[in-house]
């Protein structure tokens, strides 16, 4: 057991490793995580920069770096920058003040140690009616030095600090979300015009299937569409899916400028306010959104299934199609649990087919999740919270999503069109961004095992095989802890002990999935990936492979494919930096409020608790768990009193109430009833 003696009002200060002599100089990529805290990525690993060690480097930019020999530590080395020597950022976003005769601009990006300075001479300020307190964009003309400032100068504003959130306009700012098209892009999306007639006659692969049923379903307040479901039952009794997915990359050329902008964004970003989307407004939510009533150019996944859910064969091709309906997942839940076909948003002729599809479509997700259980895959029980803000952007509730079985019927639907699409390019040895997931590594869920054992959700021989990441073991666990309180902290335990899925240019495979090939084929309006899968995939039907183009992108791939999997992780991290901020805020108005939650972490330091009704999570103070010192048990993610052995733990049921906010760094300090 690793033991570490706290007491509730100890602090352990950083301490400055002695140098040694610089051992080597090697160059890389300065990432920086926090104010003052950093890595270097370089070709002989990832090194931590030590403290006071990034000097001018800012985040992204290309450095060269000593790495030098902590003193105590087994010659593990820290990272000092020596120079940059190239730059990522060019531009800042910040709000502007004033030192006469100096303006000055002050980042939002909390990484960005140093001030800029607008010089006497640049009108940009005034020329733009720039006034002190609002937030501008500025490109920098000058990069800060050890011996001097650095100089920007203005080029758009932003607006006020009355009419922004400067807490979300700081994590856009800190996470580098590029929130403009280039005036190409915006151009060349104007241009386009749907002309379906037209594709029709052009395309003699594509299938007019404007007369047959299918319909969206989605969250009430989406606004793109990109996938379309309906299903049949055949006259020998072998069911058939179909999956319907706009066709963007018959508007978006390999080659055109808003391929480029995609290619940089890699994916739309979500966050709590608002949504960065990852190709124009007229793209998204215009021309490829499957907009009920209208017709629209798709890429179609028929697949036939067994009546116990096995897939019997499928087929994918271009199609034109007209939805008859834009469901909501609310409305059908409430059908599905017996309500009126005639609630439903669909064209009222249509209503009860749409309602005995949907039923159909209900009993296919049955059917495949048994058919994914038995091979192995994983589905952990998650849920996600939205703080639900008003007009003024100020939060007002918070709603818990869970799956249910509306939003289960659609995620089975994509989760088979994918595997379907990606099993025909793998057959075919189509390079393109496979979705890969890998094993575990054992030394990741044997953390899991001792807890676990606490629990007594582990019987004979699981702990062996759980090391070993034999799936069924895993599926067995969740299952026993479903229905307990500790079923959210196993659940998130065990996601958190998995390898993170990545694109890949070759198949690998999917281990949580139980798949031998997936890709993500569904979502090409928000996601990068899913226009590489439909150029192959188009490419490979029509005969065009090899091609000059597929050519180009399968040079690119390996490099596309490790960008969309690092911006896929930052949009994530935006997203929730964002949710945690507006959270804070929330509870910021509910100071003294008593909730109930569970521990779902535990450091030396204190234990995060998860509150009930929001799942927001909360921090929980060693200095408020009593006057005593407490020995921090890490193998089983406790704190125990030394003087009482009173012990507090994952898993375990607390009441506590809202101490304290820190909205600008989404944090909520909680302290015991």
């Known amino acids: 057991m690793t033991r570490k003696r706290v007491h509730h009002g100890s602090r352990r200060r950083g301490q400055h490793p002695k140098a040694h002599k610089a051992k080597a100089l090697v160059e890389g990529t300065l990432r920086v995580v926090r104010p003052g805290v950093a890595q270097v990525e370089t070709p002989e690993g990832t090194f931590a920069v030590a403290r006071r060690g990034i000097r001018e480097g800012m985040n992204g930019d290309e450095v060269q770096v000593s790495l030098v020999p902590m003193h105590g530590r087994g010659g593990e080395r820290v990272a000092y920058v020596q120079c940059v020597l190239s730059r990522s950022t060019t531009k800042v976003v910040g709000t502007y003040g004033k030192a006469d005769p100096l303006g000055v601009v002050s980042p939002l990006d909390a990484r960005m140690a140093h001030d800029f300075f607008v010089l006497p001479e640049d009108t940009s300020a005034q020329r733009l009616g720039v006034e002190e307190g609002d937030v501008v964009v500025a490109s920098i003309l000058e990069y800060p030095t050890r011996q001097s400032a650095g100089v920007a100068t203005i080029d758009r504003l932003l607006g006020s600090t009355d009419e922004l959130d400067l807490n979300v306009e700081a994590i856009i700012a800190s996470f580098g979300l590029a929130t403009d098209f280039s005036d190409a892009a915006l151009q060349e999306a104007q241009n386009v015009s749907l002309d379906v007639e037209k594709a029709l006659l052009d395309d003699g692969m594509r299938r007019d299937l404007r007369n047959e049923l299918c319909f969206t379903i989605d969250p009430v307040d989406a606004r793109d569409y990109d996938d379309a479901v309906s299903a049949t039952k055949l006259k020998n009794g072998n069911l058939r899916l179909f999956v319907h997915i706009a066709d963007v990359t018959h508007y978006v050329g390999w080659s055109s400028s808003m391929d480029a902008e995609a290619r940089q964004r890699t994916c739309s970003v979500y966050l709590v306010d608002r949504v960065i989307p990852m190709l124009p407004e007229h793209i998204c939510n215009d021309v490829c959104s499957l907009r009920a009533g209208e017709d629209r150019l798709a890429v179609t996944a028929c697949m036939d299934l067994s009546p116990s859910g096995a897939v019997l064969g499928f087929?994918?091709?271009?199609?034109?199609?007209?939805?008859?309906?834009?469901?909501?997942?609310?409305?059908?839940?409430?059908?599905?649990?017996?309500?009126?076909?005639?609630?439903?948003?669909?064209?009222?002729?249509?209503?009860?087919?749409?309602?005995?599809?949907?039923?159909?479509?209900?009993?296919?997700?049955?059917?495949?999740?048994?058919?994914?259980?038995?091979?192995?895959?994983?589905?952990?029980?998650?849920?996600?919270?939205?703080?639900?803000?008003?007009?003024?952007?100020?939060?007002?509730?918070?709603?818990?999503?869970?799956?249910?079985?509306?939003?289960?019927?659609?995620?089975?639907?994509?989760?088979?069109?994918?595997?379907?699409?990606?099993?025909?390019?793998?057959?075919?040895?189509?390079?393109?961004?496979?979705?890969?997931?890998?094993?575990?590594?054992?030394?990741?869920?044997?953390?899991?095992?001792?807890?676990?054992?606490?629990?007594?959700?582990?019987?004979?021989?699981?702990?062996?095989?759980?090391?070993?990441?034999?799936?069924?073991?895993?599926?067995?666990?969740?299952?026993?802890?479903?229905?307990?309180?500790?079923?959210?902290?196993?659940?998130?335990?065990?996601?958190?002990?998995?390898?993170?899925?990545?694109?890949?240019?070759?198949?690998?495979?999917?281990?949580?999935?139980?798949?031998?090939?997936?890709?993500?084929?569904?979502?090409?309006?928000?996601?990068?990936?899913?226009?590489?899968?439909?150029?192959?995939?188009?490419?490979?039907?029509?005969?065009?492979?090899?091609?000059?183009?597929?050519?180009?992108?399968?040079?690119?791939?390996?490099?596309?494919?490790?960008?969309?999997?690092?911006?896929?992780?930052?949009?994530?991290?935006?997203?929730?930096?964002?949710?945690?901020?507006?959270?804070?805020?929330?509870?910021?108005?509910?100071?003294?409020?008593?909730?109930?939650?569970?521990?779902?972490?535990?450091?030396?330091?204190?234990?995060?608790?998860?509150?009930?009704?929001?799942?927001?999570?909360?921090?929980?103070?060693?200095?408020?768990?009593?006057?005593?010192?407490?020995?921090?048990?890490?193998?089983?993610?406790?704190?125990?009193?030394?003087?009482?052995?009173?012990?507090?733990?994952?898993?375990?049921?607390?009441?506590?109430?809202?101490?304290?906010?820190?909205?600008?760094?989404?944090?909520?300090?909680?302290a015991v009833c």
């Open 315 to 670: 087929d994918v091709y271009p199609s034109a199609i007209r939805s008859s309906g834009r469901l909501t997942y609310d409305e059908v839940d409430q059908l599905l649990d017996g309500g009126q076909a005639s609630a439903l948003s669909c064209d009222g002729s249509r209503a009860e087919d749409v309602a005995t599809c949907l039923r159909l479509l209900d009993q296919i997700a049955t059917l495949r999740r048994r058919v994914r259980y038995e091979r192995g895959a994983i589905d952990f029980a998650t849920v996600e919270s939205k703080v639900v803000l008003d007009e003024a952007g100020h939060p007002v509730d918070v709603r818990v999503r869970k799956r249910t079985r509306a939003t289960s019927l659609v995620e089975e639907a994509m989760l088979l069109a994918n595997e379907c699409v990606a099993k025909l390019l793998s057959e075919h040895d189509v390079p393109t961004a496979y979705r890969v997931h890998e094993r575990p590594l054992s030394e990741d869920l044997a953390g899991c095992v001792p807890v676990l054992r606490e629990l007594d959700l582990l019987e004979g021989s699981d702990a062996q095989r759980l090391v070993l990441a034999d799936p069924f073991v895993v599926q067995e666990v969740l299952a026993r802890a479903e229905g307990t309180g500790a079923s959210r902290l196993v659940n998130t335990m065990l996601l958190r002990a998995q390898t993170r899925a990545v694109y890949q240019p070759h198949n690998e495979g999917h281990y949580a999935l139980g798949a031998s090939a997936y890709c993500h084929f569904t979502s090409p309006i928000r996601r990068y990936p899913d226009m590489l899968v439909h150029r192959a995939l188009m490419w490979l039907l029509r005969g065009r492979l090899p091609s000059k183009e597929h050519a180009e992108m399968e040079r690119m791939l390996p490099q596309l494919c490790r960008t969309c999997s690092d911006r896929e992780r930052v949009a994530e991290s935006a997203d929730r930096a964002s949710q945690r901020v507006k959270m804070a805020e929330y509870y910021g108005e509910r100071i003294g409020l008593r909730c109930s939650g569970v521990v779902v972490g535990c450091e030396s330091f204190g234990l995060f608790v998860m509150i009930d009704d929001t799942c927001a999570e909360g921090f929980l103070p060693v200095r408020s768990l009593g006057e005593e010192w407490f020995v921090h048990d890490a193998e089983h993610l406790r704190l125990v009193g030394e003087s009482t052995g009173r012990t507090w733990g994952v898993g375990q049921r607390v009441v506590v109430e809202i101490a304290g906010v820190e909205v600008a760094r989404g944090r909520i300090d909680l």
